[in-house]
């Protein structure tokens, strides 16, 4: 959502005869996929892969809560945005999930679990935006990445919160089969993805502390 835009104007302005295929990334097995030249790149959280395949990191993924503008239970307890949601709040509150697999736990929880905590995940979905569509209009939180989190709230009536534990940040890297290192074409396409995330800002969002709640639209 945040790269793809930008990325395809860019693409279309500079090589206008190029396509693009993009896919879920629950397609499958990235190492496979590689091989078997099904894709030529993929964008993906740290994952266990062949020898033979390269990969390069694009930016970290630090975690947000995202809620509702007028979620009650907050409200209420008197939490402002920006502002951490209490621990005893976030376990009891329901929480809305991106599940690539229809699982329904994920990093969070992994985290929630080694203190002996565990919260109410009530709502799975597919995608990052269904997750904040879901929040804006119902009682959920959500752990979304932060660049996500921000953008959505630009255009949906959610606030930004701070967890209430340190949530792992997976680091985002581009993967692709060794044998493309030196190949003209491909390299020039990692390089399009590489100067297009640049432009996007991630390296700037190491903590919290500069969130800025947005006005509802």
């Known amino acids: 959502m945040l790269l793809m835009p930008p990325f395809a104007a860019r693409i279309a302005a500079m090589a206008p005869r190029v396509s693009f295929r993009f896919l879920d990334s629950a397609v ?11 894709i030529d790149v993929a964008l993906e959280r740290p994952l266990e892969v062949a020898e033979w395949v390269s990969s390069v990191p694009l930016f970290g993924s ?5 809620a509702a503008k007028d979620n009650v239970e907050l409200r209420q307890a008197g939490i402002r945005e920006g502002e951490q949601v209490p621990l005893g709040l976030f376990c009891e509150l329901p929480h809305a999930l991106r599940s690539i697999d229809g699982s ?10 080694r203190m002996g905590r565990t919260r109410r995940v009530t709502l799975a979905l597919p995608h990052f935006q269904a997750v904040a569509l879901a929040v804006a209009s119902g009682p959920y939180l959500a752990a979304v990445p932060m660049q996500f ?33 030196d190949e003209p074409p491909h390299r020039w396409v990692r390089e399009q993805v590489l100067d297009e995330v640049g432009k996007l800002g991630f390296k700037d969002w190491d903590s919290m502390a500069d969130i800025q709640p947005y006005p509802a639209v």
């Not at 329904?104 to 679990?113: E, I, N, Q």
């Open 28 to 38: 499958g097995d990235v190492s496979r996929l590689l091989q078997e030249d099904q």
């Open 62 to 66: 630090p975690f947000a809560i995202i």
């Open 104 to 113: 329904m736990s994920g990093f969070t929880d992994d985290a929630l679990g």
């Open 149 to 181: 989190a921000t953008a959505a709230a630009k255009s949906l009536p959610i606030g930004i919160y701070q967890p209430p534990i340190s949530i792992p940040s997976p680091a985002v890297r581009m993967y692709w089969h060794a044998r493309r290192d």
